[in-house]
């Protein structure tokens, strides 16, 4: 009874996980919602008050986002050496060491770029308004 509510449950959660990613790509969503490791804190704290079972669920919920992030297409990710390998499997041929490494480059610029965002957002949410 528990097993298949708790898969439910995940594929629930990843379900709008990547929702919210996709309306932020198409300007549907905010990158405000976009947040770091301040924002994180704050929810972690807020989770534990109301009892372990929150925050497990919160920490479950923490893991799968990260486990999704992890797999976007973006190079420096594993969801960008799968990429790779995707593309090497259309190609026939193994991928350049020179596009290899400027596809990391360019990874490791999205994902900078990515969490300098999540930074600023939760540098805002400390100033009060």
């Not at 079972?53 to 923490?62: H, M």
């Not at 193994?94 to 957002?121: H, K």
């Amino acid at each position: 009874v528990i097993v298949p509510a708790a898969i439910r449950e995940t594929g629930r959660m990843t379900a709008d996980s990547l929702g919210m990613m996709k309306r932020m790509l198409t300007g549907q969503a905010s990158v405000k919602n976009i947040s770091g490791p301040v924002t994180i804190a704050r929810a972690a704290n807020a989770s534990a008050e109301r009892g372990l079972d929150w925050f497990l669920y919160f920490l479950g919920l923490l893991s799968l986002s990260l486990a999704i992030i992890n797999l976007m297409p973006i190079p420096i990710l594993d969801g960008g050496h799968l990429l790779y390998y995707l593309i090497e499997l259309i190609k026939g041929s193994p991928i350049s060491e020179r596009a290899m490494i400027a596809g990391q480059y360019v990874g490791l610029a999205v994902l900078a770029g990515l969490m300098g965002l999540a930074f600023y957002n939760d540098i805002l949410g400390l100033v009060p308004r």
